[in-house]
């Protein structure tokens, strides 16, 4: 096959092996005698070495290999699961993941497993592999010529007209290397190269003995071809892990002991062979059997095409928003018609292609396991991860970007909040803490939380270390609710860890992580209870491409404002307005809610005073998390699908302006920030 053609195939797939290696190596160690999770393992790992050999990668399949033994080993109870031979075969898989990034990254996969296959070795109770001398040495050890095929009447006569058509017939006996890793692959390559110079019309075993691997090292075939000897040996030497090739001539002694009858019906029989052979093919082919009868309901698609669908649909938007522009302008009853029907179109088309990029979060979370685990043994701690609601799906852009920053929540829960299992037990807790990670949607958006158990976050620490670092005055504490002060922990260069660790305790992180999740659009709150545990909680959109918004107008120009972080319009009477601490606030169902003049904020020349001589505002009420403001417009405009457009990195600090869209009339509209005027 074509390595670079299926490349991509290979790994695609790898990395699904892989992972399923990996959780079922989790649920392993955490049920060591059941064997049935052992089968599972072998079976990825067997799929990875021979997809590996395959393709050429020597270190993968050598690797696999070797694990696979200890795998055999342990469903045949004659290795325990115990921490130090998981630690090894975890290890293991850390340099399979290794290989498989190099391959993606355009690397040749070489990888220095020499380390790791004798610690493998040591477990399956085997001396360092022979090198050197000694390993050219058992090389030059070769099976000897063991050829004697018999062959039946109808492969008699096939042989016979054969050779009366001047072609030779050759026994040729083929010997792998004992080293080879997977026999079937190494058959299927020698078979490739026979049939390129004739027919195989033998082979002993048979071929699906060979197929499944039921053979030794050896095997025979006999080809029928007009290519001499040494050119077949030469050819079948240039398959790798091939030890040795033996030919021998097949002296052909036409049977003569046959009847006229009996002849002419072997004749017969193996004159129509090639015909039936077609037949047979053709039913197979036309006749869906258990396999045809299923349909395979998924494809792989390059997420480069997704991408390219995504970006033109856009454009369709934008066009969409401007037929129904021109149909509200012409009132024209067979186009609006034909606009309305096409909205509808368009609006379903749009929910396919919005599901098909949406992607379960367990893309993301099946990666926090095994750093649960390694993380918890260098700590010293016991820690139990539980993952709930990992099928919830996000935007793949979203998900891309989500990895890292929960990798910091967690380490940062296990490190600051679970507590060593001594001083959980003195607490009266049980020794192993528990990290609980959720997603779920609600609405329009996706919710991920990220709850521990563990000693909580010391309130009185964080409000000393804010003062002290002047992330906050005593005036301001004054008016923070409790969850506003762990809020702190995001401040930028803020930790409140006494001693500088691998893990954590840098004094960066939680501010990263706090700006990553909101140039997504999402909101990152913290709560916690001293001495209970700590409750991380982040808000993510469903999408980032095309949004719903409500369009409001400040004088001349147009503003969206993501329907995600509306909770309502309305129109106060300016008597209700009332001004605290040099801000103009209204009492709004029992809340006193801070008002944010659009027109102030983005420097807009207001409208001639006539017409803004009423006594009433506009307001669109924002949140972010708990804390909630009012933001005063001129006008309501209505709620539309947008395209978001980025600004470029020309106009990337622009405050509270976090894109721009294309409206139905051409003119540009920027979308507002609605976190920046919160903060």
Do not use: C
């Amino acid at each position: 096959m074509s390595q670079s053609e299926y490349l991509e195939v290979f790994i695609d797939e790898s990395q699904e092996h892989l992972q399923a290696i990996n959780d079922n190596l989790l649920q392993l160690e955490k049920e060591p005698g059941d064997l049935s999770i052992v089968g599972e393992i072998f079976r990825s790992a067997h799929t990875l070495k021979g997809m590996g050999a395959t393709m050429g990668f020597e270190d993968l399949a050598h690797l696999t290999h070797n694990m696979e033994n200890v795998l055999d080993l342990i469903r045949n109870d004659q290795l325990e699961v115990t921490s130090h031979v998981m630690d090894i075969v975890f290890e293991a898989v850390d340099d399979l993941e290794e290989i498989i990034v190099d391959i993606s990254n355009g690397g040749d996969g070489k990888q220095d497993v020499d380390a790791v296959v004798k610690h493998l070795e040591t477990l399956q109770g085997l001396e360092p592999a022979a090198s050197g001398e000694e390993a050219a040495t058992a090389e030059a050890v070769q099976p000897a010529n063991t050829i004697n095929e018999n062959y039946d009447e109808y492969e008699w006569t096939v042989l016979t007209q054969s050779q009366e058509q001047g072609y030779q017939a050759y026994q040729i006996q083929i010997s792998l290397d004992e080293k080879t890793m997977l026999k079937a692959a190494r058959v299927y390559m020698v078979f490739e190269v026979l049939e390129q110079i004739g027919d195989v019309i033998k082979s002993t075993p048979p071929a699906d003995e060979l197929e499944e691997e039921k053979f030794d090292f050896t095997f025979v075939v006999t080809l029928l071809t007009t290519t001499e000897a040494d050119e077949i040996k030469q050819r079948i030497l240039k398959v790798s892990e091939i030890s040795s090739v033996y030919i021998k001539t097949v002296n052909i002694d036409p049977y003569k002991e046959n009847t006229t009858k009996e002849k002419n019906q072997v004749e017969e029989k193996a004159n129509s062979s090639p015909a039936k052979k077609q037949e047979k093919r053709k039913k197979k082919e036309s006749s869906p059997g258990k396999k045809g009868t299923e349909l395979n309901k998924t494809i792989r698609v390059n997420i480069d095409r997704l991408d390219v669908l995504m970006n033109l649909f856009e454009e369709l938007v934008i066009d969409r928003g401007r037929l129904e522009q021109i149909s509200s302008e012409l009132n024209n009853t067979e186009l609006n018609e034909t606009v309305e029907r096409m909205s509808r179109i368009s609006g379903d088309l749009q929910e396919i292609i919005l599901n098909m990029r949406m992607m379960p979060v367990d893309q993301v979370f099946n990666r926090f396991p095994r750093m649960v685990r390694s993380l918890s043994k260098e700590l010293g701690k016991k820690v139990n991860l539980e993952i709930i609601g990992a099928e919830t799906e996000l935007d793949r852009t979203i998900i891309d970007e989500i990895g890292d920053p929960l990798v910091h929540l967690i380490r940062n829960s296990i490190d600051h909040g679970i507590e060593h299992p001594d001083v959980r037990k003195s607490s009266g807790k049980s020794e192993e803490g528990t990290v609980e990670l959720r997603a779920y949607h609600s609405g329009n958006h996706v919710f991920i939380e990220i709850e521990d158990d563990g000693a909580g976050i010391n309130k009185e620490k964080v409000i000393n270390k804010a003062l002290e670092n002047g992330v906050v005055t005593e005036e301001d504490l004054e008016k923070m609710t409790d969850q506003q002060m762990y809020g702190l922990l995001f401040a930028s260069g803020f930790s409140t860890a006494e001693e500088v660790t691998d893990v954590s305790g840098r004094g960066v992180g939680l501010d990263v992580v706090r700006s990553t999740f909101e140039s997504l659009g999402g909101v990152v709150t913290v709560d916690s209870e001293l001495g209970k545990g700590s409750l991380f909680s982040i808000q993510l959109p469903l999408t980032l491409s095309i949004i719903d918004v409500m369009l409001v107008e400040v004088a001349e120009e147009k503003y969206a404002v993501p329907l995600t972080a509306i909770i309502e319009t309305a129109i106060v009477n300016k008597k209700e307005v009332y001004s605290a601490h040099n801000q103009k606030v209204i009492d709004f169902r029992g809340k006193v809610v801070p008002l944010v003049f659009l027109h102030e904020i983005f420097q807009v020349p207001a409208k001639d005073k006539d017409e803004t001589d009423n006594d009433f505002y506009s307001l669109v009420i924002i949140n972010k998390g708990e804390k909630v403001a009012g933001l005063v417009v001129d006008s309501l405009i209505g709620q539309h699908d947008i395209v978001l457009k980025s600004l470029g990195n020309y106009l990337s600090d622009v405050f509270a302006i976090s894109g721009a869209t294309i409206l139905g009339d051409g003119q540009v509209a920027l979308i507002v920030d609605t976190n920046a005027l919160i903060k």
